[in-house]
T-cell receptor
Framework: ETGVTQTPRHLVMGMTNKKSLKCEQHLGHNAMYWYKQSAKKPLELMFVYNFKEQTENNSVPSRFSPECPNSSHLFLHLHTLQPEDSALYLC???????????????FGPGTRLTVL | GQNIDQPTEMTATEGAIVQINCTYQTSGFNGLFWYQQHAGEAPTFLSYNVLDGLEEKGRFSSFLSRSKGYSYLLLKELQMKDSASYLCAVMDSNYQLIWGAGTKLIIKP
């Protein structure tokens, strides 16, 4: 138990569906992250929020839409996805952002997404 | 460009020692992280090095040489539960983590 939870753990959706991924952290951290993990590839950073403000958006397609209502919750809204978007989506949090060692990230278990 | 290199897969024997190497080329350096990820689970933090030298934590140690752009993770007294992927990540000058693709470690009895 790392203090970061994600729901759902598994999601199958069609290309025309709209769904949302949820992440919650119970660690009192100020920064939250969304990553995409595909087999045999490095983790791809998608979005970073620090104190609820988006600080990074790494050229992510607009079919992925993040939302951070407070420092403990992070959502990823999905719509009109493509089959190549199938992957493990990981959420992480860290005490700080932009300060080095205290930016150590703690991960949730991920949502395994399959797009048909 | 920025690049992290680590072996794709390694095999070792239970009770033995294994060293997983990581070399990096990044725009600036604000520390290097090692994570462990069991299949189907979240990556979990193992170590952070920002100064040269060896950091020891029980059976796991991590070494850093900034001048060589090199780190290794040393696992001693290997146990079957150490079978996992080990991820190396470097924090660049913008405090973004650049991740390697991970090394899958297989432990045999």
């Amino acid at each position: 138990e790392t203090g970061v939870t994600q729901t759902p753990r598994h999601l199958v959706m069609g290309m025309t569906n709209k769904k949302s991924l949820k992440c919650e952290q119970h660690l009192g951290h100020n920064a939250m992250y969304w990553y995409k993990q595909s087999a045999k590839k490095p983790l791809e950073l998608m979005f970073v929020y620090n104190f609820k403000e988006q600080t990074e958006n790494n050229s992510v397609p607009s079919r992925f839409s993040p939302e951070c209502p407070n420092s403990s919750h992070l959502f990823l809204h999905l719509h009109t996805l493509q089959p190549e978007d199938s992957a493990l989506y990981l959420c992480a949090s860290s005490p700080t952002y932009g300060q080095g060692g205290t930016d150590t990230q703690y991960f949730g278990p991920g949502t395994r997404l399959t797009v048909l | 460009g920025q690049n992290i290199d680590q072996p794709t897969e390694m095999t070792a024997t239970e009770g033995a020692i294994v060293q997983i190497n990581c070399t990096y080329q990044t725009s600036g350096f604000n520390g290097l992280f090692w994570y462990q990820q069991h299949a189907g689970e979240a990556p979990t933090f193992l170590s952070y090095n920002v100064l040269d030298g060896l950091e020891e934590k029980g059976r796991f140690s991590s070494f850093l040489s900034r001048s060589k752009g090199y780190s290794y993770l040393l696992l001693k007294e290997l146990q079957m539960k150490d079978s996992a992927s080990y991820l190396c990540a470097v924090m660049d000058s913008n405090y973004q983590l650049i991740w390697g693709a991970g090394t899958k470690l297989i432990i045999k009895p």
